[in-house]
């Protein structure tokens, strides 16, 4: 039995178990989703579709927002696109892992890879661990089913609790984002410490100039492009 077996990255059960951490996380991000979703006028039935279809915290809590603002169809998918755009670069960055693998199973991990899921899977990476398919999906799958469950229980509860904020539910993504660049950030520091910080302050510095150029969602994109650039460019210069 290999070694990266017995240490869980391979079977479709260690990835649920991987997952763990994300379902705590999605509880509170998706009950807050489902309870914003209600009170923007939508029903339980349109909250879970938003959550199948969309799949994207972020991305949700805008078009409920943006509901609300009463902002038309076109200006809500535009935006949606906008800022799930990101999801291109994480499947992108993760592409060459799955290269051996089948078209379906390849659109399957990147359909269904979130921030949340995507930062487990890098660590993982990251770590030397050598994951497969079977893993990746009891990550991703889990997670999915996980956030589809918890923005529909908002969504019934919604009614009760016309104030999330008033139990932090409104900082549960912010927490998570916290914890996933703590994940990011913890064994590159370590191993390569100039290259990391170099490209994290080349995200911030770019992001800073320009959201005051651009929208956010464009603004987000084109820095983490530019951090993409600056990291490979710094990685293949440590060579």
């Known amino acids: 039995m290999e070694e990266s077996y017995s ?10 178990k991987a997952c763990v951490p994300t379902i705590l996380g999605y509880l509170g991000i998706g009950l807050a989703a489902g309870i914003v979703g209600k009170g923007s006028g939508l029903s339980v039935f349109e909250i879970m579709l938003l959550s199948i279809i969309v799949y994207a915290g972020s991305a949700q809590f805008i078009i409920s927002g943006m509901i609300l603002m009463g902002s ?8 949606t696109f906008l800022v799930n755009l990101r999801h291109f670069l ?10 051996k693998e089948t078209m379906l199973q390849s659109i399957g991990i990147g359909t269904l890879l979130t921030d949340e899921s995507y930062g487990v899977l890098m660590t993982a990476i990251q770590n030397g661990k050598k994951v497969t398919t079977k893993w990746a999906h009891g990550l991703n799958l889990t997670a999915y089913l996980t956030w589809i469950i918890a923005t529909v229980v908002g969504g ?8 999330p904020e008033q139990f932090g539910l409104d900082f549960a993504l912010t927490a998570m984002f916290i914890g ?3 994940l990011q950030v913890e064994l590159p520091m370590r191993k390569r410490t100039k290259q990391t910080v170099v490209t ?3 995200v911030v510095f770019s992001l800073y100039l320009l959201m005051g150029l651009l929208s956010a969602e464009m603004s987000v994109i084109v820095a983490t492009l530019i951090g993409c650039t600056v990291g490979m460019v710094v990685n293949r210069g440590s060579n």
Do not use: C, H, R
């Open 156 to 163: 019934l509860i919604g009614d009760w609790i016309p104030n």
């Open 72 to 79: 038309p169809i076109g200006p809500i998918v535009l935006t």
């Open 200 to 202: 994290l302050l080349s």
């Open 90 to 99: 994480m499947s992108l960055s993760v592409a060459d892992y799955f290269k």
């Open 180 to 182: 996933l660049i703590i």
């Open 7 to 16: 240490k869980g990255y391979q079977s479709f059960y260690e990835g649920v």
